[in-house]
């Protein structure tokens, strides 16, 4: 997929949010807690965090658009229902699995369906992020169902 070359510091910063991803979903691996906190809990709250963040692009992204339909808006708000009903309602590893599920079908829309206003090299952009925080998941996942 090629086109408009991602802008450095939309790169580095992309980059920079899957560290907490990364370090929490290590932690857990191997059984550490921060200062007597489970870091899986961190791990699906940092993921709920995130997952409203991306519905806020596209909220922004709809609002800029002048369009004001109804579908973008709404859809724009569903990715934090999504990480509430699961930080809320479940428990940690369930609401692990959710928030994988909500990152797989969230880069799932944000790679085939355009969100108007947004730039072109977007879509690249959130499409390896997706990726890379669904691959930080797996040890956490395959932990959970071993443990």
Do not use: K
Not at 9 to 14: E, K
Not at 92 to 100: I, N, V
């Amino acid at each position: 997929m090629s086109g408009p070359q991602i802008p450095r510091n939309a790169a580095l910063l992309g980059y920079a949010g899957i560290i907490p991803f990364a370090a929490l979903a290590a932690l857990y691996v191997i059984g550490f807690e921060i200062a007597g906190r489970d870091t899986l809990s961190g791990f699906v709250t940092y993921g709920a965090v995130i997952l409203s963040f991306l519905g806020g692009i596209r909220w922004g992204s709809a609002v800029a658009a002048g369009n004001g339909r109804s579908a973008g808006l709404g859809f724009s708000v569903l990715p934090s229902l999504w990480a509430f009903f699961f930080l809320w309602w479940a428990e940690p590893s369930t609401a692990a699995w959710g928030m994988f599920a909500g990152f797989v079908l969230l880069g799932l829309a944000d790679g085939f369906f355009l969100v108007p206003g947004l730039p072109a090299w977007m879509r690249r952009l959130r499409l390896r992020l997706t990726a890379a925080v669904a691959v930080c998941h797996l040890p956490v996942l395959v932990t959970l169902q071993f443990s």
